[in-house]
């Protein structure tokens, strides 16, 4: 039997062409290991004791009876913590364990082994632990302030002819990745432990356990498993020390996988937010001033949310030129759940309060609400209200004007239309009598990247070597897949900058320097940066290849520095670059019922160089679900500290009927900074979608619609 | 409480469950839940399971053919019914609806994946060609957290009228 081979002319799969993700086979069989789906000779399961009181003050522990239990291996407590008994992102302020006060429901008190699942669980309900309750802080006012930020820009005195002003509130919205936190912590018999979980920061993690633990990096080697999704709720860590914790005390391996419910209360949410804005124009609707206080509830620990209420701050105006800007923002900390990174991070809070003022401004001076944006764009050359001149590409005026000239979807038919075209579907109990349609519009920006100073890196190391004659590339980061398509555009480029087909993308882990984090949109940007880099330092050495020599280099991409603001006036280069994007939503909306139908969202997005068509889209058309869903379905309630709906009969996350179909407008403004021009795509999306609906619901009742998510009373 | 607890002793039974045509006997609980049975029983880890309510749909297998929560169902109540998983429907390679969903990018972290090919499975065998209307209603009870929906709804759309 002979074989052939065919050689293509062109090797395939390079930087902006179609590729299919490299991990969609195995995704799409099932065969894919996320976290959850680990296992290991000999391991035990394990469970976690959480405080049912959102504050409360331990007075014992009693671990005796699940100590004694059958099967039970380990039952710690804070007091088995070796190291540092707190973690945090910014500040290590959150307990590894609670050592006296609980400051959130369903904080995590004592952790159980076991050798099955079953035995945990009861075991852990064996385990005493005595509270004293104390009241909790669940209202916001009178939270202590974490961190607040002032913006003082431009003459403070300066007033204007036309005001308007409103009050705009956000709830709480959760990540609700599909895939709970879980992974497995395998002892390697000399005291250290490799650690396979699903997160967004295989370093951090890797130092925050060292840290907890009183080990070394070298005996903590952390690997990422399959990511059932992340959109910031896997930055902080959650079940990692515990896992490891009991994998050095056992001996054995240890599993831990989160329930759903477990999952709300096992990582941070979206700060709920409450904004007073009022804005200043001239009678001609040019923007003079922006006031703004800005109110996030950080709930019990720091996590990242000194780093959100800058955005909050900094963004707080949205993409548009103002003489003066004047906000306070702060965050503060209560007995509510903790809060910290989700996708759009302190810019979709205040979009949703800065894109209805915009239109309340419009209304006053009677301009069409698109045209006063186009008026006001942001444009390269401008400061923004934190004095940073922006250097990079802002096409605010160009995002606009394509998106208003994208076509309308048509108006609705008949009366008699077929239910299921109705809001609410076919649990709507009218005819559609009183469904009425509005359009919206609505622009929003962020950051790409860490800002105010972090020296933000990641490290790729790029080795060449022949396999039978031919050239096989290595690509090694610490960069966690998350489902954004990184191993895919991590392999176009490798494939573009080396031109040899056979590109392998390692399993991610900490034994390669750190790529910092999977979120603020950066990754691609930041670890794209440093394979290219890598990539470019082998290619000057690659006549050294040879059967017997392998070329490897390890490079580290920096951004260019970022300056911390102001502390008194918020001015400064704090940002690194900026991304944009624009969205129309047309909405009906059952006035009779409250009921609302998204009909269809158009987009514009400028992503400066598109490095996967299909990918790109994902992106777009996924984050704009996610901004529907906070629009009109997805919140968090509590009550007086207390969690009323973690489960997802009762927290609503839209499904394909909630989806409309999405207009796609991508352009590719080039970024000079970045890797092949490209720029941040993940977040820009969450960003103006919600603002968008709510402004198409406001048109088509009339009603004011200042809080989201909307509720059903809100537009009757 | 926020740990799940079961009370009283349990009286194992012999159950007999097929799955992708073969025959595995148990001596279980019968009101065990039939993902944690695939999943940890049986190695099956295709299933997924996200909310243990169903609620989200990861853990669709077909029962005779129909997409089931096997979250929701007592391995006891699955006796004696035809069981498929992602693993039978992916065992002599790709379906055209795999193939699809590749080709159309329907998928980010792919948690859902496996619940939305089986749902899909299930809908284009009862219903070869669906109307867009019919395909959107099938699948609502899966979600997807990534939003993947204009492309599976594309993904599966492509193979209405095959026999995905």
């Keep these: 039997m002979s074989t052939t081979r065919t050689r293509t002319p062109l090797v395939r799969g390079r930087v902006g062409e179609l590729m299919p993700r490299r991990d969609a086979e195995p995704k799409v069989t099932g065969a894919f290991a996320y976290s959850s789906d680990l296992e290991a000779e000999g391991m035990l399961f394990a469970v976690t004791v959480r405080s049912p009181h959102p504050h409360a003050r331990i007075a014992a522990i009693d671990t005796a009876a699940a100590v004694a239990t059958a099967g039970v291996h380990a039952v710690l407590t804070h007091a088995d913590v070796p190291g540092r008994k707190t973690v945090g992102m910014h500040r290590a302020d959150q307990p590894v364990l609670v050592v006296d006060v609980v400051r959130y429901q369903g904080e995590p008190v004592v952790i159980v082994a076991a050798d099955d699942l079953e035995t945990a669980r009861r075991a852990a309900v064996l385990v005493v632990v005595t509270y004293e309750v104390l009241e909790p802080v669940a209202d916001p006012e009178r939270g202590e302030v974490l961190r607040d930020v002032r913006i003082r820009h431009g003459d403070q005195s300066l007033g204007a002819d036309v005001v308007v002003s409103g009050s705009y509130e956000v709830g709480m ?192 001076l009677g301009i069409d609400p698109v045209d006063l944006r186009v008026r006001n764009a942001l444009k390269t050359g401008d400061r923004m209200i934190t004095g940073q001149v922006i250097d990079g590409p802002a096409p605010v005026r160009e995002l606009l004007e394509g998106l208003r000239a994208m076509p309308l979807p048509l108006e609705r038919g008949s009366l008699r239309a077929d239910l299921r075209e109705l809001p609410g579907g076919v649990a709507n109990t009218t005819h559609g009598e ?103 330092a082998v290619r000057e050495r690659l006549h050294e290849l040879a059967a017997d020599r392998s070329v490897e280099e390890t490079v580290e991409h920096h951004h260019r520095p970022t300056f911390p603001l102001d502390p008194e006036t918020g001015q400064g280069d704090a940002q690194v670059a900026l991304c944009f994007a624009a969205h129309r939503a047309v909405c009906d909306v059952d006035t009779d019922l409250g009921l609302v139908r998204v009909v269809e969202i158009a987009t514009t997005q400028d992503v400066g160089r598109i490095m996967n068509p299909a990918q790109c889209e994902g992106q777009i058309q996924g984050g704009i679900a996610q901004g ?89 | 409480m926020l740990v799940p607890e079961r009370g009283g002793a349990v009286v194992p039974v012999t159950v007999v469950l097929c799955v992708n045509g073969e025959r595995h006997e148990f001596e279980i609980d019968p009101l065990e839940r039939l993902a944690d049975v695939l999943r940890d029983r049986i190695g099956l880890v295709g299933t997924k399971v996200g909310c243990g309510e169903g609620a989200c749909g990861a853990c669709a297998v077909l029962l005779d053919g129909r997409a089931v929560a096997s979250c929701l169902l007592a391995v006891g109540s699955a006796a004696g019914h035809r069981i498929e998983t992602i693993e039978g429907l992916s065992r002599d390679g790709l379906t055209p609806l795999q193939e699809a969903f590749i080709a159309a990018d329907a998928l980010q972290c792919g948690f859902c994946t496996p619940g939305q090919i089986v749902a899909a499975t299930g809908l284009l065998r009862a219903e070869p060609a669906p109307t867009r209307a019919a395909v959107r209603q099938a699948m609502s009870g899966n979600i997807c957290r990534c939003g993947c929906y204009p492309k599976i709804e594309q993904a599966i759309l492509s193979c209405s009228g095959g026999d995905g």
């Design chain 1, 173 to 364: 919205q959760d990540q609700a990745f599909l895939g709970p936190e879980s992974g497995l912590a395998i002892p390697d018999g000399d005291g250290g432990v490799d650690l396979h979980v699903a997160t967004q920061w295989l370093h951090l993690d890797q130092e925050q356990i060292c840290a907890a633990l009183d080990l070394p990096p070298a005996k903590v080697r952390v690997h990422l498993a399959g990511v059932g999704g992340a959109f910031g709720g896997r930055e902080d860590v959650s079940m990692q020390i515990h896992a490891c914790l009991l994998a050095l005390r056992t001996g054995r391996p240890v599993k831990m996988v989160y329930t759903r419910e477990e999952s709300f209360f096992g990582h941070v949410h979206r700060h709920p937010a409450w904004m007073r804005y009022e804005h200043g124009a001239t009678p001609e609707g040019d923007l003079v001033y922006v006031r703004a206080e800005i109110l996030l509830d950080g709930g019990a620990y720091a996590s990242s949310s000194p780093a959100v209420v800058s955005n909050a701050a900094c963004f707080a105006a949205g993409p548009y030129r103002v003489q003066r800007a004047t906000i306070d923002a702060r965050v503060v900390m209560t007995n509510n759940p903790p809060c910290g990174a989700m996708r759009g991070f302190g810019a979709v809070q205040v979009a949703v309060a800065h894109e209805a003022q915009m239109d309340l401004l419009a209304a006053a």
């Design chain 1, 434 to 536: 009183g469904v009425r349609r509005g359009v919206g519009y609505a622009i929003g920006f962020k950051n790409m990247g860490f800002a105010e100073g972090f020296d933000d890196y990641s490290t790729a190391r790029v080795r060449v070597s022949l396999v039978n004659g031919e050239p096989l590339v290595e690509v090694h980061t610490a960069a966690c897949e998350v489902g954004q398509g990184l191993v895919t555009v991590l392999e176009q480029i490798a494939r573009t900058e080396l031109g040899f087909e056979h590109v392998v993308v390692l399993p991610a882990d900490t034994t390669v320097g750190s790529a910092g984090s999977s979120s603020a949109s950066r990754q691609t940007w930041m670890t794209g940066g440093a394979v290219k880099a890598a990539c470019e």
């Design chain 1, 628 to 716: 529907l869903g906070l629009a009109l379905m997805e919140e968090i309630k509590t009550e007086n500290g207390l969690v009323r709906n973690p489960n997802f009969t009762d927290y609503l996350i839209p499904t394909i009927l909630d989806m409309p179909p999405v207009r796609l407008a991508i352009s590719e403004t080039p970024h000079p900074d970045a890797p092949y021009g490209l720029n941040g795509v993940g977040e820009p999306p969450t960003i103006a979608s919600t603002p968008a609906i709510a402004a198409a619901l406001r048109a088509a009742t009339g009603r004011p619609v200042t809080r989201v998510p909307v509720r059903p009373d809100d537009l009757i």
